[in-house]
T-cell receptor, first 116, second 111 residues
Framework: NAGVTQTPKFRILKIGQSMTLQCTQD?????MYWYRQDPGMGLKLIYY???????DKGEVPNGYNVSRSTTEDFPLRLELAAPSQTSVYFC???????????????FGPGTRLTVT | AQSVTQLDSQVPVFEEAPVELRCNYS??????LFWYVQYPNQGLQLLLK??????LVKGINGFEAEFNKSQTSFHLRKPSVHISDTAEYFC?????????FGTGTRLLVSP
């Protein structure tokens, strides 16, 4: 049981390049999330998905896109990389334990992205 | 709207000493509360969670937290820390499908 896996672990991009951060979970969780973590800022939600074919914006979605074609995969796309997107990106997933929430999220190991 | 405040950005402590990491939250409705730990260059791992019931919650690695509704707090405690507890700790409040995280507290344990 691998849990949540992310690739790549590290990446350096030039300004204006594009890339896709991959995220896969094998726990059959409905909910998946993308966060970015910047020093002293905690985690900020970029996008989330409540199931295949359904995605929604989080707190900081500008400059990113997502898709969810399967339960397992939730890739994050950067179209025109900018220095402000230098960050550590975490993917997470969760089951829905009860109708009002109360779930815990399971995190991947992260992708460290530098845009220069 | 929900928010989480972690009052200390960094807490230095000596090995075997007790520690308390503070967390306050604001929410207009009942919430679920979590503490996560992040070791260097790793993802976040759940330490403990409060969903309902007893206000004293025990987690992994000897940590515990107490939910105080009147003070809207969920402080994390450990009676005796180890060097291996050096990490960043995040408090989070959850409602429905989202978690809102605090900015984190770095626990630095020295010999």
């Amino acid at each position: 049981n691998a849990g949540v896996t992310q690739t790549p672990k590290f990446r350096i991009l030039k300004i204006g390049q594009s890339m896709t951060l991959q995220c896969t979970q094998d726990m059959n969780h409905n909910y998946m999330y993308w966060y970015r973590q910047d020093p002293g800022m905690g985690l900020k939600l970029i996008y989330y998905s409540v199931g295949a074919g359904i995605t929604d914006k989080g707190e900081v979605p500008n400059g990113y896109n997502v898709s969810r074609s399967t339960t397992e995969d939730f890739p994050l796309r950067l179209e025109l990389a900018a220095p402000s997107q230098t960050s550590v990106y975490f993917c997470a997933s969760s089951p829905l334990i009860r109708a009002t929430g109360g779930y815990e999220q399971y995190f991947g190991p992260g992708t460290r992205l530098t845009v220069t | 709207a929900q928010s989480v405040t972690q009052l200390d950005s960094q807490v230095p402590v000596f090995e075997e000493a007790p520690v308390e990491l503070r967390c306050n939250y604001s929410s207009s409705v009942s919430v679920y509360l979590f503490w996560y730990v992040q070791y260097p260059n790793q993802g976040l791992q759940l330490l403990l969670k409060y969903l309902s019931g007893s206000t004293l919650v025990k987690g992994i690695n000897g940590f515990e937290a107490e939910f105080n509704k009147s003070q809207t707090s969920f402080h994390l405690r450990k009676p005796s820390v180890h060097i291996s507890d050096t990490a960043e700790y995040f408090c989070a409040v959850g409602l429905f499908r989202e978690l809102v995280f605090g900015t984190g507290t770095r626990l630095l344990v020295s010999p």
